[in-house]
């Protein structure tokens, strides 16, 4: 056993695990400075958890065990597959179970409970919200998989940590079809994170709820359970698109000075890339709900001329 | 150098009559410049003579015997046209009260178009002539427009669109030429020159060339007419003024296949002659067979006579694409009297249409028994439009069935079903426009107009009997050069 | 640390900004809004403008420089701004009216881009190698314009369809063959001006007779008129 190995996944996990909210906060105050408004503080999101965490969990009536067991289901794959992404070092031991393609399943086991979670309360709202997380991720998700397959194409291996490390040796230079890779990469975080222009995360309205309106009916520890994998989900994937295009940084040896290095360096990229978030949440404008499948149709179509460019024009 | 004074002198004509274009003396000074543009084009044939191939600028003008022929007829349909103009565009600023900025801007837009086509067809620097055909296109946009109606803003807006995107694929072409003649050529503006490019044609590369010539005759096809991409066509002739729909007819659709065919010279040297000559051939005949049978069903007469221009491009598009010397001389007389007899039709069949006040065919009718000048020019010049002896067409027609039978005679049923039906779509209207119960005219116009339109049919008639010693020289060493 | 190698390497900037090109193009004809039309077109001029200094720098031409200048100021900066004005002073409003739905399109743009690649494909044995892959990008963004133009139905999104084409060639004529003659870049630099005020000249007359510069008013005239 590689304690050592072992040391790192565990630190890497609870790192991810620590930061999830405060990234979540430094975004929403990024948000409120460029609104004009007065920011809530960095200290929000954890607060938010402890008294959700306090609080009585009720549950609706009718409703079945799948009810209850989905936040710990969600929250538990968030978790597997932060250990397959490399934040601050490349080959994790756990990583070798698994490769981008099982990544994008694990979110994929991930959204199919939430769905059947919200449909299961009977509410209206709760099968609205269903029917349009689903509409909208089926086009998303062939959309990531092409991204992550040109990824892999180039580096030659379909492991999250083979391609940080091939970005990392610059094997990727500029490459055309990285480019629509990143595109294509970027719509998708936006839609998968119900980001605007896709999804407004703060609103109250239900009629234009997309991940919201599925969380409507939970409340205490299960709803501070579904908050924190949001932020998790989010962090998870700007990680990966960091390990993706920005990999510079991530140590590929064991020693300490290395790994401080990393987490360092981590911290950085995520402190950068809040303001980009922010800009373009508060630039662009939320979509009709009818033009958000022809949003995930341009993320996919992306980076499917990204595959063809890799093919075709063998760059 | 006589080169250089004859494209200045149509180019100075432009800035020459932004100013001083309205009017009568506005009418005047455009004839006056394109009779010295005309002296300055025989002067340059004398010298051609004398000299064989000119140049100028360092090789960026170049004038050939394909060239020169064209240019001569330019500058002989440019000085008729001007001509036409005079009594024309007086009735016409009349009738729609034109003000005198819009008379300049039809003078100088008209003298800007002349001007652009001679560039082209002087010019030796492939770049250059892309860039003329685009002036060209863009100075009779605002020609078509004059009216400032509905319809022909409409058609304008249809022009400049349509032919932008073909002119558009015509420069990819180019650039992928240069990209072709780098490695033989270098860089520079030499391996743009189309005498340097001939001359060491067979190194190019054969892909290259192949894709190449496609972007030019899709680039290059819109502008002269070629089906499917003719659409533009029709609406331009129909909407703008008859004056402008000669020269469009008469001399743009011939400038820019001289373009396509200078490249097809090209690319038969770096390809062998097959690929280029075969699309050339079946674009021709589609184009040909596609305006006879729309032709059947025009009630516009303009329009009917636009269509008209399509099937005669077509045809000259066939004898291209068969090749060999009896084609291609029959080719380059179709070409000249395509234009003499077409811009005649359109003299005469303009002055009806401001007669009468309208362009439909049921408005003009039993011409020849009240206005007897205007009907036996119309007579003239659609019969020798339709292939009549003793006209021009009557002979280079003959020698493309002969030619066609010769080569390739499984397209001679095509070709003379093309014809057939054209004739068939012409005549009655003719004979409806000349003998039927006559319309009174609205307006009674001076017949002394339409002496151009007599010269150039009788230009045509000559020539279907009698060519010249030195054309004949020069039209069977076009062959030499497109070979 | 490791050096990042190749990224500053000028044939993989160029790759880099021919698929900022090729991005930008598809991108275009996904665009509902005109303004986000207009505000694209002047990326991809500067795009351009980018990349044609960079082909200057790789091939010491200094001409090139100067071409690189002038498309920066005309298609980055000038082209946009006047289209701008145009839009206001037109008082044009609203989305572009599509002949096709968006997704419809772009499938369609995908279909074009694979033809351009395939054609492209045998020549770029002939290709220097920096400009690798160069060719098949540019026909695809310029064939990509040609679509974004025919399902279109406002003038104004037809004419910024027309830039792009223009803009794709250009990016054809710098970094597939490294440059043309600059007397041909004049001229054609020239002709795209003139076009453009004649265009501008145009949408006047356009909308004082129709009162919209939708085109389906433009429909009138047709075969059996």
């Known amino acids: ?272 890339a809040a303001p980009i978030l922010a800009l373009v949440e508060t630039l662009l404008a939320k979509k009709r709900l009818f033009r958000v499948p022809e949003f995930a149709a341009s993320a996919f179509l992306f980076g499917v001329i990204g595959l063809l460019t890799h093919f075709m024009l063998g760059a | ?108 837009m008209f003298q800007s178009f002349l001007a652009t086509m001679l560039l082209a067809l002087l010019s030796n620097n492939l770049g250059i002539l892309w860039v003329a055909l685009e002036g060209a296109t863009l100075s009779t946009v605002l020609l078509v427009s004059l009216q400032r109606s509905g319809e022909s803003l409409e058609a304008a807006w249809k022009y400049f669109i349509l032919c932008g995107v073909g002119l558009a694929m015509a420069l990819f072409g180019t650039v992928l030429l240069y990209f072709a003649a780098q490695p033989v050529l270098g860089t520079g503006a030499r391996a743009l020159l189309w005498s340097a490019l001939h001359h060491h044609a067979a190194s190019l590369n054969g892909t290259v060339m192949a894709l190449t010539f496609v972007f030019i005759l899709v680039g290059y096809g819109t502008k002269v007419g070629l089906a499917p991409l003719n659409s533009w066509l029709p609406d331009a002739h129909a909407a703008g003024p008859s004056t402008v729909s000669a020269v469009l007819s008469g001399l743009l659709l011939n400038v820019a296949l001289y373009a396509i065919l200078r490249y097809k010279s090209l690319a038969d040297a770096a390809l062998g002659p097959v690929f280029a000559s075969r699309l050339l051939l079946a674009f021709g005949l589609l184009s040909l067979l596609l305006a006879a049978f729309s032709m059947l069903r025009q009630h516009d007469v303009k329009r009917l006579f636009a269509y008209s221009s399509v099937e005669h491009m077509g045809i000259i598009c066939i004898a291209f694409g068969l090749g060999g010397p009896l084609a291609i001389f029959a080719g380059v007389l179709h070409m000249l009297g395509h234009s003499l007899a077409k811009s005649s039709v359109f003299f005469s069949v303009g002055r009806a249409v401001q007669e009468s006040d309208s362009r439909e065919l049921e408005d003009l009718r039993g011409i020849l028994a009240s206005r007897p000048v205007l009907g036996w020019s119309l007579l003239l010049s659609i019969l020798a439009i339709l292939g009549m002896p003793p006209g021009s067409l009557f002979l280079s027609e003959f020698l493309i069935v002969v030619a066609s039978i010769q080569q390739a005679w499984f397209i001679t049923p095509l070709l003379l079903l093309g014809l057939g039906t054209a004739f068939a779509a012409i005549l009655p209207r003719l004979l409806q426009m000349l003998y039927g119960a006559p319309n009174s005219p609205k307006v009674m116009l001076s017949s002394k107009d339409l002496r151009p339109a007599f010269l150039q049919i009788l230009a045509v008639m000559t020539l279907g009997i009698w060519i010249p010693a030195s054309l004949d020289s020069w039209m069977h060493s076009v062959a030499g050069i497109l070979q | ?164 084409m223009d803009n794709a060639l250009f990016f054809a004529a710098t970094s597939a063959t490294l440059g043309m003659p600059l007397i041909v870049e004049l001229g054609v630099a020239l002709d795209a001006l003139i076009a453009f005020v004649i265009l501008g000249v145009f949408f006047f007359h356009i909308r004082e007779s129709f009162e919209s510069l939708d085109l389906h008013w433009l429909e009138h005239l047709r075969e059996d008129q």
């Open chain 2, 1 to 108: 150098m006589i080169l250089l004074w004859l494209l200045g002198s149509a180019l100075a004509g432009v800035p020459i009559l932004a100013f001083w274009g309205d009017g009568r003396k506005g009418r005047w000074l455009f004839v006056a410049i394109n009779f010295l543009v005309l002296l300055c084009s025989v002067l340059a044939a004398k010298d051609f003579l004398q000299h064989g191939p000119l140049a100028a600028m360092g090789e960026e003008l170049r004038m050939d015997a394909f060239s020169l022929i064209l240019v001569l007829l330019n500058s002989v349909v440019g000085m008729m046209t001007a001509w036409f103009s005079a009594g024309y565009w007086q009735q016409e600023v009349q009738h729609h009260s034109f003000g005198k900025g819009r008379q300049r801007l039809y003078h100088a």
């Open chain 1, 1 to 272: 056993m590689n304690w050592g190995a072992w040391g790192v996944q565990t630190i890497q996990v609870l790192l991810a695990l620590a930061i999830a909210p405060l990234f979540a906060a430094w975004l929403q105050m990024l948000r409120s400075l460029l609104q004009n408004r007065r920011p809530a503080g960095l200290g929000q999101a954890y607060r938010d958890l402890r008294r959700l965490f306090h609080k009585e969990s009720l549950l609706p009536e009718g409703s079945s065990w799948l009810f209850r067991f989905s936040p710990y289901v969600l929250f538990g794959t968030k978790v597997m597959a932060l250990t397959l992404v490399p934040i601050v070092a490349v080959n994790p031991p756990l990583a070798r179970a698994a490769d981008v393609i099982a990544l994008v399943g694990l979110l994929a086991v991930a959204r199919v409970f939430q769905v059947l979670a919200a449909m299961d309360t009977g509410t209206a709202f709760a099968d609205l919200g269903a029917h349009r997380e689903m509409l909208v991720s089926a086009l998303a998700e062939p959309a990531l998989l092409t991204a992550f397959f040109i990824a892999s194409l180039l580096a030659g291996s379909t492991s999250l940590s083979t391609i940080a490390l091939h970005a990392q040796q610059g094997m990727f230079s500029l490459h055309p079809s990285m480019v629509f890779a990143a595109a294509a990469f970027f719509l998708v975080l936006l839609i998968e994170n119900a980001r605007i222009p896709v999804d407004n995360p703060a609103t109250h309205l239900e009629l234009t709820m997309i991940h919201e309106a599925m969380l409507l009916e939970y409340s205490g520890r299960h709803l501070a359970l579904l908050e924190w994998g949001a932020q998790v989900k989010l962090l998870l994937y700007v990680a990966m698109g960091i390990a993706l295009f920005f990999p510079w940084g991530i140590a590929d040896q064991a020693n300490p000075i290395a790994l401080l290095l990393a987490c360092l360096a981590f911290v950085g990229k995520l402190f950068l």
């Open chain 3, 1 to 164: 640390m490791h050096p990042a190698i190749d990224w500053f390497s000028l044939p993989s900037l160029l790759k880099f900004l021919a698929a900022w090109m090729l991005l930008l193009s598809f991108a275009l004809l996904a665009q509902r809004r005109l303004l986000s039309l207009i505000h694209l077109l002047a990326w991809q001029g500067v795009t351009l403008a980018v990349s044609t200094a960079l082909v200057a720098e790789l091939t010491g031409d200094r001409l090139l420089w100067l071409s690189a200048a002038l498309t920066f100021a005309l298609k980055g900066l000038l082209v946009p701004t006047l289209l701008h004005r145009l839009l206001r002073r037109l008082q044009v409003r609203g989305d572009v009216e599509m002949s096709l739905n968006v997704t419809s399109t772009q499938l369609i743009g995908i279909v074009l881009v694979i033809f351009a690649f395939a054609l492209a494909a045998p020549l770029s044995g002939a290709l220097p190698a920096a400009t690798h892959g160069m060719l098949g990008i540019a026909l695809a963004a310029f064939l990509l314009a040609f679509l974004m133009m025919i399902t279109r139905r406002k003038a104004i999104s037809e004419v910024v369809g027309f830039l792009a």
